[in-house]
């Protein structure tokens, strides 16, 4: 049984504010998570996926074409009971400075956070509970390498502790997932109104505070280039949740 039946009272954060040069050869209207699979924003699968372990306070950081994100969901019809907040940034903050702009909307003492061009098929709640046993200061979702060697790569002791970051290499070790459970406190390690990353300037620092690897089993799905957009559009995952949408 999980141990987080307020799991309705936890902010979600989905950071949705980068650039996505990457991806402009094939989307150029609208922000990368706005690239549409099977007529549905990416950023609408994602949420739609998140919602359905209880979550229902999204805070959507915004940067890079923001707007198109704002009216999206200023106009779409949605549930009730789901939340959406818009946090916007005036220039570019990094993931880390996103998450600080936000600070003001964010009300729990736990809040998830996450990439908004990314979905990893994971159990929300036991990540939860995991971050909660371990007393993590921050707890980061963690995947298996894949093909593609671009992504950053995690190493952890037997307990699960973080060791070590090495961003974008070739080294052996787990890939961040780009899900992240933080103690709100954190956000006082992060500098008001300036680019800050997660990856380079947060995470490395803070590795004696007590970081812990969530391991998932899930493969990563981002949309971050042009063949991984088109990968997932044929990924059955993404199509169930497509569907389940629509019922």
Known sequence: MHKNPKVENIDVVILCGGLGKRLRSMVTDR???????????????????????????????TGYM????????????????????????????????????????I????????????????????????????????????????????YGVVTIDSNNRITSFSEKTRDTGFINAGVYLFNKDILKLIPDNKYHSLEYNLFPNILDAGIYG???????????TPGRYERAKNNDFLKRIIARSRQ
């Open 31 to 61: 922000p990368k998570p706005m690239a549409e699979i099977h007529d549905h924003p990416f950023l609408d699968i994602l949420m739609q996926y998140i919602s359905g372990f209880g979550f229902r306070r999204f805070i959507l950081c």
């Open 66 to 105: 923001g707007n198109k994100i704002k009216n999206h969901y200023k106009n779409k019809k949605r549930n009730n009971d789901v939340q959406l907040i818009v946090s916007e940034e005036k220039e570019p903050l990094g993931t880390g400075g996103a998450i600080k702009n936000a600070e003001p909307f």
């Open 107 to 150: 009300s729990s003492n736990i809040f998830l956070a996450m990439n908004g061009d990314s979905i990893c098929k994971m159990d929300m709640l036991d990540f939860l509970d995991f971050h909660k046993t371990k007393q993590a200061t921050a707890s980061i979702a963690l995947a298996a390498p894949e093909t593609e060697k671009d």
């Open 214 to 224: 969530y391991v998932t089993g899930g493969e990563v799905l981002d949309i971050g």
